[in-house]
Structures are given as structure tokens and as C-alpha cells.
């Protein structure tokens, strides 16, 4: 009798992903856990459909590996939430009487700081606010506080349950640990990790190359957009299980300006496709804390501007909390990544133009549906997004017992009026279930269009009797636009770079051809003379210097503004990374635009230091080229001699180093900087000394240290780059 040898084994799922299974004792590890994580599984097979006692439910993984890094490269590399839901509710490992309930808990295995940070998610992406006194605080007055509270306490069975209920943790940050059933893992080093079971092992490494991103599980293609006066550009109408499309969400397009309602897991990949740049939008409207409508958040991370946010106080604080826990950082630092503006619950709410009335849904956590309406023709053209509602039977369960309360009764109907406006366009969760809604509520609603949205499954024939489905890139019209509204961009773009130049000067570039190019396109090679620069109005350009050294410019860039009558060559290979919107202006008309406004002298004082930071990789991701300017012009240049040292937090600054390095000290801990330094002084303890000292000598560039961190990229740059240090430091 042949025997099989007992195994362990690793399995690649994609970029930061891996899976570890041991069959023998039932244990299936999932290794990393970002964004969409549970249908990179499904695409590859690793979670199924099973069925037992005539009952179907999925296979999947029953523990988790997280990252030590909370961020790498930009992504959020621990997002348990959706995983462990998958766990304890598709899988079945928490419902009662489930024939995979075997009492076995879901487990999550890292190191103590990254189990603390997700079990504090986890627990606000279930309950959101927890007691009343937190959601008094956002305005809400006793009455309605209280109700909020007991729908919230309802949807929960009656009791707010901590994480560590329900989910197991493991901590790894000492030696060799037993899993289950003899299997092992060993932390060998930051993120790298040895599974070990009998005479087998595996080692997995969750650290990104510098030049690799999470990835999403779908291809959207390219698409290219027209920005419209009002319009609603459709970018999502799956939900967090679907592997083929994103989350639900849209885009409000107003006078040209972009606005998105809510940013779901994946964000960045709907908006390469879609050829919208992250510095073209002009805020984002969240309806609430979940993944699925959260997750994305961490792109406005890689803005070089802090984006406006739009919500109720109500939802904001939500968010917030949220994403601080699961980030560890303080409430207020919300406030450093977004220009926060607060919206008045069932008001219409004007910006600039827009008016936007967010209404209270029902749901396990806050949540707003929101309205958007513009006066056109005369009328109101208005928009209703309705993510993350109730079915009229849970809302009717919720309050059968309640409607003789005045309180109650008024959230009653107000919901219900959230829900039932007629509108020229609405689109709808019909994802059903016990906190989701249902397309036959909406079956005798007046509005002119229903889309139906947040589902995994095809429409059945009696839901398509109510709307349709969106496809991904899809606009529907509610106000045309009778101008190009990208010529007041252009103008805008010019002043900055020109800002002493005459109207009529500037007239002459914009009259220049508007024109669309293909993804892919290149615009110019390196070291060859350009036949025309670029005014970039919408998406985004890849500048490729040499091998490994590359940067993006976004909407807002003049590719070309340092031609002048001496250097013309290009420095890099400039490629569009989607459909791009530009102002083409031949290159000779440019160089006499310069020269007869007298400003060759002015390039050349700014073009040095943005082309070194550009070639940095601190600078080197979508950063505005108007932001490069204001940064250059800020910077200025100091020497060094070997043995020269200061006390950094009596020289509090942004230092970086153009060539030499530096030794940065703090309480007998050294460590070497060829790059940049001097965020210390911000993110560390007041009292915690800082010494620094140059083995050799060096040039550093130096940068007001308030200006770094009010670029939302740079600030989280700076914040990952300190805690690497801080945990090399450490071990």
C-alpha cells in the first residue's frame, strides 16, 4: 500500500496574494488580504460552490495571514473585512445550524500591532458609531439617536459583538507558533514568513517590489470620456463578491467637473480606464463605511491635493473612525488627507452649483442615499444613488411595533421618502438579503430610468420589468453642454504657469487644436526634438526616463514648458496611460511664445530642480506639474562637510539628499539616509531628540517641512518610509 506523503502547499493568486493549504487538516490560509482579495480566490477556483444537506454554500479559506505593513506602495495591503464576512456568513462558519458551523472560528494570524488595527476595523466596519453618545455628537438630537441605535441593535440580534468574538487571532512576533493540528509558521523577517508542517515548508514573502501594485481581478478596457454639463458616468454596479466588475458607484460630472460617489476597492484601476486622472476630481460624496464603498479611499492617499469630502456629519465620523483604526492614526488626520465639508442631512446642500440632499437609509451602519439636481430648461434634471438600502419588508419589520413613536415614525418616513422620490435617474441596490434592497419595491416607482445595481447575478425577467443594467464606462445625459467646457481649464492652467502674461497672449495657445489621443500613444522620445508640447486637460502621461526610472504627470501638466531656444531635446520617453484629453500647441509657436514674453530665464530657474524631482521617488508619482513648480520654487540648496551635524529638531525641515548621505541618530540608534530625512521631527514623539551628522561630504535640497506634509502622497510617503525605518530600526 502506497501511502501520499503529507503536504503543504503554496499556491500564487496575484500580486501580494498567496494561498497555503493543508488539506489533511482542513487548514486554508489565505496569505495577504487587500483589496478584492476574496475574488482574486474565486477567480482562481479557491473558493467554490459546495453543496451538503441540500444546502449551497462556498469553500474558502478559514484563516488569514496579514501583512506587517498596513500600506505598501500606495494600497492598503490588510482588508480582512470582506474575507472574514466571506468566512463566517457564505462559508457558513457562523450561522446557526449550518453543516460548516463546526464551532471552528475564523483565525488571523500577524504580528500584534496589525491584529489590533484590523479587529478595530472590523469592528467599526460592522457597527459603525457603537453607543448613542457617539452618534449625538455628530448633531443627531436624543430622539433620533435613540432610534438609530435600535435599528442598529436590531440588525446586530440585539447585542454589539467585539471581533475578538468571533474571529481567533494569532501573534506572531515571537519564534516558531503551532497554527492548528501540528502546522507551523515562523516569522523570518519583515512580512516574510515560513508555513512548516512535518518535513514541509513554504515561505511566503508579502512585500511588493517598488514597482508592483495590488492588482484588481477584472479588465475594464479604455474608455473615453466626454465631460458633460450634468451627467452621470456609470463606473460600478457589482458588490463585493462580483469578479467581473466593480463595487457599485458613479461619477457626477458637473460643468465639466468630476465628482465620485463613493470609492470602492480597486478605485484607481475604474479610473485609468475611465482616463480620469486622480487630481481632476473635484471631491467625492460617501454614502458609508463598508469596503465595498470605503476601501478605495487610500487613492486620494496618492493625490498631490487634499480632495473635497462630501458627506452627513453623521457619515463622516463613521468613515473616520474607521479608517483611523484601521490605519492607527488619530480622528484629526482625516482631516490632513481630505478637505472635509460637511453636508446638511435632508437639506439641499449647494456646491457650487450642485445641489446634493444626503437622506438616512437603513442599514447596519450610517449610511446616506443621496439626490443631485440641477435647474436646466425649467425644471430640476435630478440623479438619485440609493447604495446600501433595506427591502420594504426589513424596513416594515424594523418599525411594526414602533409607528405610534413620533420619533420612530418620522425615521420611518423619512426613509421611506429617501427611498421613493421620483427622479429623471435612479440607481438601486438590489443585492436582497438581510441588509440589502429588493428591485420589486421600486416596481411602481415614477422616475424616467431605474438601474439596478449591487448584485452578483444577472437580472432575472422580473427585475429587468423594473430597470437595467449599466455597463461599466456608460454616461447617461441629464443636462447637455452647449460649450467646451475644457477651455475654462485651459485658461486656468495657463494663468498658473503664466501669471503675469496678457489674456490675449494666453489666447493664442488655447486656440491651438483640442485634441483626443489613444492610450498608449507616444508623444515624444527621449533625446529627440518634440514637434509639439502638451497642455494635458484630462487623464494621465508616463515619462520614462531610463530603465527603472519613470513618473506620471496628471491633468494639469504642460508637457514641454522648459522648451526654450536652447534645449529642446526631450529628457524622457512620454507615453498617455489612457485616453487623454490636450491642448496641442507646435512647438515653434511655443518657443516665440516664450521668447517675446521674456520668460526663458524663469524656466531655467525652475527646470533643474523639477526635472531632479521628478527622477525622485518621493516626487515621482502624480504629482501636478503646477505642484512641482510651487515645490521648486520653495526648495533651496545647502552644503555639508564630513563631520558637520545639527539637532533636527532645531533645524525642523524636509532634507533631501542630492548626493552624499547622512546619519540620523536617536537614542544610540543609527541609520543612514541617501535619500531624504527630516520627517522625524513631525511624526515622531516631541521628546524624542533627533541628531544628525554627514560622513562625507553632501548636498542636500531643503523644503519647509509644512508644505511636505500638506501633499497628501508626500505626507504618506513620509509616514511609510518613518514607520519602515522605525521597524528595521527595532529589529
Known sequence: MIIAPKKIEKIKVATGIYW???????????????????????????????????????????????????????????????????????????????????????????????????????????????????????????????????????????????????????????????????????????????????????????????????EAPYYLGYHNIKREYFAVLHTGEGNAWDVNRPCMASVVMFQGKIYLIDAGPDLMTSLNALGISINEIEGIFNTHAHDDHFAGLTAFLKSDHRIKYFASPLVRASVAKKLSALMSISEESFNHYFDVQDLALDEWNNINGLEVKPMLSLHPIETNVFYFRTFWDNTYRTYAHLADISSLKKLDSMFDDRLSNDASYQLYQKIKDAYFARTNLKKVDIGGGHVHGEAHDFIDDMSDKIVLAHTDQPLTDTQKEVGSVAPFGSVDLLTPTNQNVLTKFAYDYLKFYFPNTPDYELAILVNCPFITINAGTTLFRKGKQPDHIYLLLTGFVELIFEMGIRNSLSAGSLIGYYIDDREIAAKATCITSCYVQAVQIPTTLYKDFVRRNNMVQKLDEVESLVHYLERTWLFGDNISLPVYIKTAQLMSKQSYKKGDQFDLRQNEALYIVKNGKAMVDSESKTYVCEDFFGAEAFFAPTDQDYKVYFPEDSDVYVLPLGHAIDIPIIYWKLTETFNKRQQDIDE
Open 20 to 214: 497555503v493549504q493543508v488539506p489533511e487538516v482542513r487548514l486554508y490560509i489565505l496569505c495577504g488580504c487587500p483589496a478584492d482579495s476574496v475574488k482574486h480566490l474565486k477567480k482562481r477556483g479557491l473558493i467554490a460552490k459546495v453543496e451538503k444537506d441540500d444546502l449551497e454554500f462556498e469553500t474558502g479559506p478559514n484563516a488569514i495571514l496579514l501583512s506587517d505593513a498596513l500600506l505598501q506602495n500606495g494600497g492598503f495591503s490588510n482588508l480582512a473585512e470582506f474575507p472574514i464576512l466571506q468566512m463566517l456568513y457564505s462559508q457558513g462558519m457562523h450561522i446557526p445550524k449550518h453543516p460548516n458551523n463546526t464551532g471552528l472560528k475564523p483565525l488571523m494570524m500577524g504580528i500584534d500591532e496589525q491584529l489590533a488595527a484590523q479587529l478595530a476595523y472590523i469592528h467599526r466596519g460592522n457597527y459603525g458609531l457603537i453607543t448613542k453618545d457617539e452618534i449625538m455628537a455628530t448633531g443627531m438630537s436624543d430622539e433620533m439617536a435613540e432610534e438609530i441605535m435600535r435599528f442598529k441593535l436590531k440588525f446586530a440580534f440585539g447585542k454589539i459583538t467585539t471581533p475578538d468574538q468571533l474571529v481567533d487571532q494569532l501573534s506572531l512576533n515571537k519564534g516558531k507558533v503551532e497554527i492548528r493540528n501540528g502546522v507551523y509558521v515562523e516569522r523570518k523577517g519583515f512580512n516574510k514568513y515560513e508555513f512548516s508542517y512535518q518535513d514541509n515548508s513554504v515561505n511566503v514573502n508579502l512585500n511588493l517590489k517598488p514597482t508592483e501594485e495590488y
